[in-house]
């Protein structure tokens, strides 16, 4: 729930209830990577720099090779005119593999990062999080919906209830204004997760349906809710 009030342009009006959320999901799973990076990502926007500094440090230890959590830290600290230590923290430019990602990412070359992404992938059909990355750059940087659901089929090949590609695709289902699709997804998906994902996707699925599911949804909600 806490990812679709954030995705929302008013998610101001919900900040108290965000942050609660994603406090609760770091206290069940502290190395979930995905709510660290939302909880700085938070921080963020609310201008509490050295906070997400810190969630963004303690992503990266729990998870030395993200390429997501490294460019994160890496556009912070170049933000604030520390490009010494954002240099330093990549290895240097001329890095390659994963850093080389993130360090085109933090620097706004977002068609070099998705060259490097589409070399990783060649032929490599188990490399999952560096397909889940490509899809939101060519999603979000080159609104090219047909290769990111595309990217997003092949993950679903080898991790067909993988959470953040089901958050993604139901973001961008739901961005193309197809919100029956987002919430048939949910509702198959949901119940297939690990149980830590699938006690915060419920809330997910139950926001999802207030707002736009039919009133069938909501009692087959209810009915799977016990």
């Known amino acids: 729930?806490?990812?679709?009030?954030?995705?929302?342009?008013?998610?101001?009006?919900?900040?108290?209830?965000?942050?609660?959320?994603?406090?609760?999901?770091?206290?069940?799973?502290?190395?979930?990577?995905?709510?660290?990076?939302?909880?700085?990502?938070?921080?963020?926007?609310?201008?509490?720099?050295?906070?997400?500094?810190?969630?963004?440090?303690?992503?990266?230890?729990?998870?030395?090779?993200?390429?997501?959590?490294?460019?994160?830290?890496?556009?912070?600290?170049?933000?604030?005119?520390?490009?010494?230590?954002?240099?330093?923290?990549?290895?240097?430019?001329?890095?390659?593999?994963?850093?080389?990602?993130?360090?085109?990412?933090?620097?706004?070359?977002?068609?070099s990062a998705i060259r490097e992404l589409e070399k990783t992938i060649a032929g490599d059909e188990s490399a999952i999080g560096p397909r889940i990355q490509l899809a939101k750059l060519v999603f979000s940087h080159r609104k090219d919906r047909q290769s990111a659901h595309r990217l997003l089929d092949q993950v679903a090949t080898q991790s067909p209830h993988e959470p953040e590609a089901l958050r993604l695709r139901t973001s961008m289902l739901m961005d193309e204004g197809k919100n029956a699709e987002a919430e048939a997804l949910l509702m198959s998906g949901l119940y297939k997760l690990s149980p830590h994902w699938r006690e915060g996707c419920v809330q997910c699925e139950q926001s999802f349906i207030q707002r736009f599911g039919t009133e069938q949804s909501r009692m087959t909600l209810a009915q799977q809710m016990g």
């Open 1 to 111: 729930r806490a990812m679709f009030l954030f995705d929302d342009p008013n998610w101001n009006a919900s900040r108290d209830e965000i942050e609660t959320l994603f406090k609760e999901c770091i206290r069940a799973e502290p190395n979930n990577e995905t709510a660290l990076l939302a909880m700085a990502l938070l921080k963020e926007r609310t201008g509490e720099s050295n906070e997400a500094e810190e969630l963004h440090r303690t992503a990266l230890r729990h998870h030395p090779d993200s390429t997501e959590a490294t460019s994160r830290l890496v556009r912070l600290l170049s933000r604030q005119g520390r490009l010494a230590e954002a240099d330093a923290l990549t290895g240097g430019a001329a890095s390659g593999g994963e850093t080389r990602v993130a360090v085109l990412i933090a620097q706004g070359q977002f068609d």
